[in-house]
């Protein structure tokens, strides 16, 4: 059995999600006795992915394949399972990962899970945990079929890592000329310094910050944690802050290492949107807010006074 992961990359350098990945892979390598690969996308640094347990870089590298295109790009991962003849392909839980996954799927008439959460249950038979019901409950899924293709949320492993060198390989697949009549431009709206998706902080504010003249403090508080920012739906819809940072059920999932809630009731739409996060701190002036249930660390007070005070603190380490 061998084992293929995605490392996904953006302007040539892999995200933090690569390397989840490969740790995720490795954990479970080493427990199978096989290798692992990784197939990168016009990606220039492969040696990195050796740190974290890959063996092998099967290096596309396309103008072709510059912009995203989900069908393509599939494509090229399928070919890059069947030349390793890997039976365990994984990818991230991300957006761009999502569209790709169940193509790879399908062309490998293999089984899918998505947003597995954990290492599997049990290799024989083949069973995950996985998110379900707007990340409310897990379920336990079995993949009967040879091959399994499962996207694997963020932070569900996290990074481990190991010594060796991956041994990069050029990998030109056959690219289908019709998957190019339409071409996708990405861009990524990036209103702090650091994207939602690839936070390791995520500081959040909600209606009880009163109106976009406020929200200096909070992009403050973000810059002191080298943060991105994010906001509730009712913020991104009074038009107070773009609607790439309304986050929950409708908006961006948030599955940051620290979620700093502020200004925001907690309700179940939010939650279920950033409930994977490690560590949630909720600063909210009505000590009866829902999302005080969920918290790990919670402030009854009002942000007003509170968060320019953390500032300083954070600013102090
Ligand atoms: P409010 O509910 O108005 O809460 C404001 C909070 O601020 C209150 O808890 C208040 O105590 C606190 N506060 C007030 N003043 C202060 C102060 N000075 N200091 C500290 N705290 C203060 N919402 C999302 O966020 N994401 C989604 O993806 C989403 N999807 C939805 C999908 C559907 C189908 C529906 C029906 C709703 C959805 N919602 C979503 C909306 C959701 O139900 C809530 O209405 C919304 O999350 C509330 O936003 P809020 O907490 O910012 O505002």
Redesign the pocket.
């Known amino acids: 059995m061998s084992i293929l992961i995605y490392a996904e990359s953006a302007e040539g350098k892999f995200k933090k999600t690569a390397f989840e990945l490969a740790s995720y892979a490795k954990k479970i390598a080493g427990e199978t006795g096989t290798t692992v690969t990784a197939v990168t996308i016009n990606a220039t640094n492969s040696a990195d992915l050796g740190k974290y347990g890959v063996d092998k870089v099967l290096a596309v590298t396309s103008d072709k394949l510059k912009a995203f295109n989900a069908k393509a790009y599939a494509d090229a991962i399928k070919q890059a399972a069947q030349k390793e003849s890997a039976k365990i392909v994984l990818f991230s839980s991300n957006t761009d990962s999502l569209h790709i996954a169940p193509l790879v799927a399908v062309g490998l008439e293999a089984g899918y899970a998505s947003n597995v959460v954990a290492l599997p249950v049990s290799l024989s038979p083949f069973q995950v945990k996985r998110n379900a019901f707007s990340n409310k409950a897990f379920n336990v899924t079995e993949i009967t079929t040879d091959v399994k293709v499962l996207a694997i949320g963020k932070n569900s492993f996290g990074l481990v890592e190991a010594s060796g060198a991956a041994v990069e390989e050029a990998f030109s697949p056959s690219l289908n000329d019709n998957d190019f009549t339409v071409t996708v431009q990405s861009s990524e709206k990036v209103t702090g310094k650091v994207t939602i998706a690839d936070a390791e902080v995520v500081v959040s ?6 109106g976009p003249e406020n929200w200096g403090m909070l992009e403050d508080l973000a810059s002191a944690f080298g943060a991105a920012t994010a ?5 991104s819809d009074l038009g107070w802050r773009p609607h790439s940072e ?6 961006k999932p948030v599955a940051a290492n620290l979620y700093v809630a ?9 939650i ?2 950033i409930n994977s996060s490690k560590v949630k701190v909720v ?4 000590p009866e ?1 829902p ?1 005080f249930k969920v918290a790990d660390y919670g402030v009854v ?4 006074d ?1 968060v320019p005070k953390l500032t300083e603190k954070i600013k102090e380490f």
Not at 231 to 235: A, F, G, L, M, Q
């Open positions: 504010g909600g209606r009880g910050l009163k906001c509730s739906k009712p913020v309304h986050v929950g059920q409708t908006g502020v200004g925001i009731s907690g309700a179940i739409q939010h279920a949107g600063i909210n002036s009505d807010a999302f007070g009002d942000a007003f509170i």
